[in-house]
């Protein structure tokens, strides 16, 4: 079985800050690939970055920057100097090698920037 | 290059009901996933069509129900639709087996059962 879990309903910070939003899963799998997407209130998921399991560099792009960690099976997501267009919920997701790909998500967790 | 397209946006019907939502994939693409999103939720997979024909299924009841056509477009049937069926519809495209590796969501049609 496959479990993602987001334990951050909301987080509400003021432009500038600096958020984490963590992202916990579960699988007993080697082969996997861990996903976060953005939802704005457009409703489309947006693609922001996709990790294998076999590769456990951070990774940074722009503002935004991810920590993989195995040994506590978590993928955070990290945004520095936040601003007002980051609102939106933002989505962990996990998909297995031995479940054909298909991915399961977190719950979310809405960020909501003021500024 | 147009991205995934669904329609209609947003969809109102009564309990009882059935209902038809429309995807059309990236170009290029040959794969379509549907979601459901309930509010407050992430996206849960109902299904998956490659080749039209129904590749992978998540846990839904077949009242869901869904086609593909040979340009890959696809479309999803709701019967006997409930309350509970409210929620956001989400489609993606992708390459076969690739499945979430290199998906592309659409923008979803909202669908209101009352």
């Known amino acids: 079985a496959q479990k993602v879990t987001q334990a951050q309903t909301e987080i509400s910070v003021v432009e500038k800050e600096d958020v984490t939003l963590d992202c916990v899963y579960e699988t007993r799998d080697t082969t996997y690939y861990l996903f976060w997407y953005k939802q704005p209130p457009s409703g489309e998921l947006v693609f922001l970055i996709r990790?294998?399991?076999?590769?456990?560099q951070n990774e940074i792009s722009g503002r935004y920057s991810w920590n993989f960690q195995k040994s506590t099976s978590s993928f955070n997501f990290t945004i520095t100097a936040s601003q007002v267009v980051d609102s939106a919920v933002y989505f962990c997701a996990l998909s297995l090698r031995g479940g054909s790909y298909i991915p399961t998500f977190g719950r979310g967790t809405s960020l909501i920037v003021h500024p | 290059d147009a991205g995934v397209t669904q329609s209609p946006t947003h969809l109102i019907k009564t309990r009882g009901q059935q209902v038809t939502l429309r995807c059309s994939p990236k170009s290029g693409h040959d794969t379509v996933s549907w979601y459901q999103q309930a509010l407050g939720q992430g996206p849960q997979f109902i299904f998956q069509y490659y080749e039209e024909e129904e590749r992978q299924r998540g846990n839904f009841p077949d009242r869901f129900s869904g086609h593909q056509f040979p340009n890959y477009s696809s479309e999803l049937n709701v019967n006997a639709l409930l309350l509970g069926d409210s929620a956001l519809y989400l489609c993606?495209?992708?390459?076969?087996?690739?499945?979430?590796?290199?998906?592309?969501f659409g923008p979803g049609t909202r669908l209101t059962v009352t």
């Open positions: 993606a495209s992708s390459l076969v087996g690739q499945g979430a590796y290199e998906q592309y």
């Open positions: 990790r294998n399991s076999f590769d456990e």
